[in-house]
């Protein structure tokens, strides 16, 4: 096949969307040719501004930077509340009888507002969100994106699809959806989206006590992060490998606790206030009672103003923990019943990064067993 020639590459950022265009430069790039990414990356500076050194995370910053992409991403609002509007038989009609809703831009749009709506805890409406996402999805023509963009695209709606079933305590129904995941995962290309899934699978694993399983997943999106220069959510990655391997290898754990730390500020709230909380479970595990003791006091006025009443109560149960190492029974069940009741009381049923229901009780006893 022909080579992009100059004057396609300015079109292909820099002019009016055309979608003849992306679809002959996507599936150009697609068949892999070196010389033209290179090319390419030239003309938007990706390698000296971005420092993406993976050719397939190069390309789908390429690509999403088309004009083609960048035009859908900035009618993509419009397009949504038009639809939003509408019930939800006449929006499934008018989404797939109509071109300006055949968007890949509108698909990934909507799936921003499902984990936007996940993160305030609209489970049932992040759900519904992400079908109206894969409805717009299964209209796109692979032949102007490219089958890779819309495996990306699977990847992360499933992937999202898991988590929702997940903190909704569907755990099959979790396990369902990222085995699909993970069929997409093989046909995409982008490592933000891998490095979802398997910060999703690791959470997971960790719910249903696989927690080597788990540390492996959480591991991997390390790599992914590292791979991407990305220090922060390389950071928070470090952070959900030492909550896992705080279950069965403390040692590891630490360390791991210890690097996070070192890449995120106590500004970044809530993943640095877990990393202190799961530095200090792994100090008690390894018998470092007053180490322990003084991290917990040291941090307990920014637990108090930052983090959520769920991560507070954690700080408790660490309380309790302590106290029972240093003997102090009594006063370490108290705590215990205490925690136990707050977190009943307030719903805290789930906890951002892992322990669900069924799981606590027994946690919090096997924490004072230990
Ligand atoms: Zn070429």
Redesign the pocket.
Known sequence: ????GKDDWQAFFFSAPNRALHARVAS??FEG?G??LERAREVLAVTGGLEVADNRQALSILLHESALLKDETRKAEGNWVRLALLDEKTRDKTMMSRWRFKKLGLATYVLDEAERLLARGKRDKAKELVRISAAVTSCLPPRVYGLPLLADLKLRQETVLSNISRLSLDFMGALEALQRADKARHQGIDLVEKARFFRVQGMLLFDLGEFEEGAKAARARRLLHEEMHDLKCKGRALLQEAMILAQFDPVNGLARANQGLDLLKPSDCHPFVSGVFYKAYCLLKLGGVEDASKIVSDHRELVHQDADPGMELWFRYLDALILHSKGKTKDAEAILIYTALRFREEGLFLWHDGCSRHLLVDRLRAGLEN
């Open positions: 096949m022909e080579h992009v150009h790039l040719c010389d033209c």
